[in-house]
């Protein structure tokens, strides 16, 4: 589960990259034109471009949140491990 985990992430960032890309494209190509959001918003593409970024920064800094988090755990639990395992050792 935790590959998957971590592979369905690396694909959300990649998906994010390749969308920003896109709309860099449009900017450039279109002359800085209109754009419809999915919420049916007309916005310009620069605007887009902008919160698609801001977006891609939030799900990145979360991303990381959570890989700490869950580093943070796998430390905690192997020390509780060595911790029972010194006991156990002791007390035999």
Do not use: C, P
């Not at 592979?7 to 920003?20: G, K, N, S, T, W």
């Not at 002359?31 to 902008?50: D, I, N, P, Y």
């Not at 509780?80 to 156990?88: F, K």
Request: charged share 35%; no cysteine; aromatic share 2%.
């Amino acid at each position: 589960a935790r590959v998957n985990e971590v592979a369905d992430r690396a694909a959300l960032v990649e998906q994010l990259r390749r969308e920003i890309a896109e709309l860099r494209a449009a900017l450039v190509e279109g002359g800085g034109g209109m754009v419809v959001t999915k919420q049916g918003e007309m916005v310009s593409a620069e605007e887009m471009l902008r919160r698609m970024h801001e977006y891609h920064e939030q799900e990145r800094a979360r991303i990381e949140e959570e890989g700490q988090a869950e580093a943070a755990r796998a430390d905690a639990g192997a020390r509780t491990a060595s911790e029972l395992a010194h006991l156990a050792f002791a007390a035999a």
